[in-house]
């Protein structure tokens, strides 16, 4: 009886905690990541002020609210309430509609660089969206989580949006630059999310060392990848591309600008916080930095692909890359050279908004028999479902190993030739190939049915 009250007790405490937005350090279930190229309801553009950057940058945003606003609803993030109508008389007058946008004025904003302490999200078992914030502060994080009724957890590693990347459901992958204890942040994730942590070589000499400026997940098992002309920025986006093949990956590289080393801004130096540096980093003591322009810094919305541009020679490639890479987007470009020079772009000024009823193939089963037959609920808007197998599916280098298409709710595995642990996971594909779900994880150990 005893046990019985300490176990309600502590349900009551969960339950408090979650309503009134409060981050827990640790969620008393397995989450699952969301990935960029899920459904999504929206996009949070970090707009904090209008006219901070000047009017380039301020052109960016709007360019970005209008290709965003027709597929999804676009939250405009300030720290002021006098830039609203500032912001909705630009808007009109470049003849964009504000049908689909709603401000959001709060005072947890702490520059335009949102991606890094804003929110993160990830499915709880039953398909409802929580709000996970590992970056250097909580407080957007839990607006968000207050502003929409989800709850909120705290991850106590320093992941920041930028660095953090998923697909959802193979791994969780960050740049190793400022990983200074690998295998700490290996237990948080794997506790987390129950998937591997994948430490990235870095991009040489990038101040922020964030993985947003030199790779995505584009779609289920394909990521992007920079690729540069000096080996000096190269080697490690090579060895980068060479590790996520080997953990079966589609790598699709984009050849990207050389790196330049320009002066700062006027108006930045003279405001130095809206330079986008790493927590603890210093303005360089000259009035100059290099500059990374990055086609991997774009935002990714229920299929479509803002992609920063530059005026440069290798624009044209990239708009060719992407939309070979992701056929069924539309691939929008955007200038972004007023921003770059302070160390990001379209990715790093924005969050993801709260993502789309989860439609997971549910009931996933395992029959053992003669062979391994597999059979999950129907997914209404799926034309195929993708069946991947693993295993030892939490070590620290295991990618999956096998992935199968099927048109059906059931599948037979082909070759089972194992009686070591083996796990399983379908993940449903709509029409056009991006708005896409995975259901739980199952496995079985010598032919023994049971859960990972």
């Known amino acids: 009886m005893k046990i019985g009250i300490l176990s309600f007790i502590l349900m009551v405490y969960i339950l408090l905690l979650a309503f009134d937005g409060s981050a827990i350090a640790q969620p008393p279930y397995r989450l699952r990541p969301v990935s960029e190229f899920e459904t999504l309801q929206g996009i949070i553009i970090g707009w904090y002020q209008f006219g901070s950057y000047g009017a380039s940058v301020d052109t960016m945003w709007a360019r970005a609210v209008e290709a965003i606003r027709d597929v999804g609803t676009v939250y405009i993030a300030l720290r002021y309430s006098s830039s609203v109508p500032s912001i909705t008389a630009f808007l009109t007058s470049l003849g964009i509609s504000t049908d689909n946008v709603e401000f959001m004025v709060t005072g947890t904003m702490f520059s335009v660089w949102v991606r890094d302490y804003g929110p993160e999200f990830a499915y709880k078992g039953n398909g409802a969206p929580v709000v996970v914030e590992g970056g250097y502060a909580e407080e957007f994080p839990e607006y968000i989580a207050n502003l929409w009724g989800l709850e909120h957890y705290h991850a106590p590693i320093s992941m920041q949006g930028g ?71 190269n080697d490690n986006m090579d060895q980068a591309a060479a590790e996520f093949t080997a953990r079966g990956y589609e790598v699709v590289r984009v050849l990207t600008p050389p790196v330049t080393w320009s002066e700062i801004p006027t108006h930045i130096k003279e405001n130095p916080e809206l330079l986008h540096l790493a927590p603890g980093e210093k303005l360089p003591d000259d009035d100059y930095r290099y500059v990374y322009r990055t086609y991997t810094n774009g935002i990714q919305c229920n299929g479509k692909y803002l992609l920063p541009v530059y005026g440069h020679a290798y624009d044209a490639l990239a708009i060719d890359t992407f939309q070979n890479a992701l056929p069924d987007h539309e691939i929008v470009p955007i200038n972004c050279n007023a921003i770059i020079p302070c160390g990001g772009a ?107």
């Open 163 to 233: 660095n953090y990347m998923t697909d959802g459901a193979r791994e969780v992958s960050v740049s190793g630059r400022y990983v200074s204890d690998p295998e700490y942040w290996q237990s948080v994730v794997r506790s987390y999310f129950k998937l591997p942590l994948h430490i990235v070589p870095y991009l040489v000499g990038e101040m922020c060392g964030h993985i947003d400026m030199y790779a995505r997940f584009v779609a289920p098992g394909k990521i992007v990848i920079s690729q540069y002309d000096d080996p000096t920025y």
């Open 346 to 452: 379209l990715h790093c000024t924005s969050s993801d908004g709260p993502p789309g009823a989860l439609a997971c193939p549910s009931g996933l089963s395992i029959s053992v028999s003669s062979s391994i037959d597999l059979s999950w609920g129907q997914v209404p808007s799926a034309v195929s479902y993708a069946v991947f197998r693993r295993f030892d599916p939490c070590g620290f280098d295991v990618g999956l190993d096998d992935a199968y298409i099927t048109g059906s709710e059931s599948w037979t595995d082909p070759n089972p030739g194992s009686t070591d642990l083996v796990v399983y996971q379908v993940l449903s594909v709509d029409g056009d190939g991006v708005h896409s779900s995975w259901s739980d994880r199952i496995g079985i150990a010598s032919y023994d049915i049971s859960l990972e």
